[in-house]
């Protein structure tokens, strides 16, 4: 069986969790399969092809783009050597547990990073410091539920005199986070990074007013484009960055765009709602991971696509707005029906938004739990909708990948 056939055979149901470094860029993903990684690669093995390239095969590259994967290995396939298979400077390979005592499996990691693999130890814990992975690893994961916080900051003064970096996993707030950067930790992974720092009953900042008001102008029902183009001026930066994105190979056109007018008529009402609210959403969250918002048109590209195949295509683009607005908190640190209610923006989309209800309301729990990588209550939203769950996988990596040219274009 060829690599191409057993890609189509064996759907990678998998998602993508952002390890993020001290200064909230993404060092690499956490590799989470809904079947576990061990039996998907199983089931691409069964395919008794020498020639096979896991990396695809298993769809890691449709679900990763850049960075590296961070996948933990069972312990028999590390004996066996199957991280061989995947190449070496874009794997982070996970070691589960304690290793002390364990020959076959530290000879296994030695020989991988004697061959260019960097080896990551999981669930690392205060009384291993005396382990002998630290004389050839790379990484060591230490779990923030499992470790108080004296034993976290005496880690992270011990581990880098080691040769090793610290990790920290499950930093679920943005204080938990404040709390490892002061520790020391090199790495972060969490749910910290969609967690909003709200400020009730402050006044929303003058900056952020600004967009606010510029995205009120443009979801108006019937479009004004001399107010919108009166807003857009006002602010440089914003006409600078419009006018790149829209001459950039991102739309493809023959002719230079010179001018704020130009661009808007040439996109028409629904483009320019499109890529003004990217556009506004990326300045909103211009202080918070660029992860963030890439997460943001990921959902907006899913949500969209779902649309035909569960007989709502007349309404994708507004599919698109509600996966696109769905992190305008975290984005933003502002309350969201604060957000929302100040936007004229169709009531099916703040119904899915605010109370995951209304005709939109499944579709938002079908793509927030597919890349969150909530099995059971994905599988829950996509039978509710009659919806075949094998073709999201696909989905959400086209949905990757236009999310990263958007960016990069942006």
Sequence with gaps: MGTSAVAGTVPAFATTLPIFDRLNNVYGYDLQFRSG???????????????????KAMGIDELL????????FPRELLVKGVPVLFPADTLVAGVPGDVRGDGDLLDACRQLKEVGYE???EDFQPDQLDSPFLDFGDIVCVDATTTTRPQQDALCEELPRCGVRPLIRNVDSPKQYEQAQESGFWYFQGEFFRQPVLRPGKDIPTSKAHYLDLLREVHKPELAYDDLEHLVKQDVAMTYRLLRFINSAWF???????????ALVLLGPREVKVWASMLVLRELGEEKPRELFRRCLIRAKMAEALGPRIGMEPQAPELFLMGMFSLVEALTDIPLRRVLEGLPLNQDIK????????????????????????WELFSQATAALKLDEAVVPGL???????????VNSM
């Design 37 to 55: 990684f061990e039996a998907q690669f199983a089931a691409v093995a069964a395919g008794d092809d020498a020639t096979t390239d896991f990396w």
């Design 65 to 72: 783009g850049v960075g590296r994967a961070h996948i933990v």
């Design 119 to 121: 080896l990551a130890l």
């Design 252 to 262: 493809g056109l023959t002719q230079t765009v010179a001018s704020i007018r130009h």
């Design 351 to 374: 119904m899915a938004l605010l109370a995951r209800g209304g005709p939109f309301g499944l579709i938002h729990e079908v793509v927030e739990n597919y890349e969150l990588g909530r």
């Design 396 to 406: 959400f990596g086209t949905a990757r990948k236009w999310a990263d040219e958007a």
